[in-house]
């Protein structure tokens, strides 16, 4: 599995977007970038995947470049609700069974 | 109608001990999992099991032995139990077998070994 590299926390302000960037140099061709975000004293929950350029959905948007060797999870107008551990996986979607979680990149947003 | 549900939440025992953790899905998933989450908040697969059968076996010592009475149901028996187990146990489960796919977790099991 890729390695996955991401600031270990990062703060914010209600109602500003955050930014994180996952840097995942080893990526192969294959690959999948998978985001999961987990608030305390509960399990991740999926947030988004994508393989390359933008993918949005209501919760969060997901810029990856041409190359591919990093991607960076958007959260538009953060509330205070969504402090939490925010996870950058890199992995095989055809052929891998599991998931490899980092330490993640904790959020915190204050009002 | 909890998707993935986990029993107990909190879990206090001695060393030495056996235990169980249950979890059941009602998501009609096939593939099941198991996690433990240390005190760095690493999060680590154990198991996997898919359709009952067993497709991943991290390096876990044999006192943890996963259990999977039929697709909707994998549970976690720890035998002789140590401090260094003391962790967050998840269970997750997924509607593909290649696990890449969206992931459901469980509410989590907090056991403290003492």
């Known amino acids: 599995l890729a390695k996955t590299t991401q600031p270990i926390s990062m703060d914010s302000y209600e109602g500003q977007e955050v930014n994180i960037t996952c840097s995942h140099n080893n990526i192969a061709t294959n690959d999948y970038i998978t985001w999961y975000q987990q608030f305390p004293s509960q399990g991740p929950r999926f947030i988004i995947q994508g393989y390359k350029t933008k993918v949005t959905n209501e919760v969060a948007s997901l810029f990856i470049p041409a190359d591919r060797k990093s991607s960076t999870l958007s959260l538009p107008r953060v509330s205070l609700s969504d402090t939490a551990v925010y996870y950058c996986l890199v992995g095989d979607m055809a052929n891998d069974y599991k998931l490899s979680f980092g330490a993640g990149t904790t959020v915190t947003v204050r009002a | 109608d909890t998707a993935v549900s986990q029993t107990p939440k909190y879990l206090v025992t001695q060393m030495g001990n056996d235990k169980s953790i249950k979890c059941e899905q009602n998501?009609?998933?096939?593939?099941m999992y198991w996690y433990k989450q240390d005190s760095k908040k690493f999060l680590k697969i154990m198991f996997s099991?898919?359709?009952?059968?067993?497709?991943i076996n991290e390096t876990v010592p044999n006192r943890f032995s996963p259990k999977s009475p039929d697709k909707a149901h994998l549970n976690l028996h720890i035998n002789s139990l140590e401090l260094g187990d003391s962790a967050v146990y998840f269970c997750a489960s997924s509607p593909l077998q290649r696990g890449y796919n969206e992931q459901f977790f469980g509410p989590g099991t907090r056991l403290t070994v003492l």
């Open positions: 099991y898919n359709n009952k059968e067993l497709i």
């Open positions: 998501l009609g998933h096939d593939t």
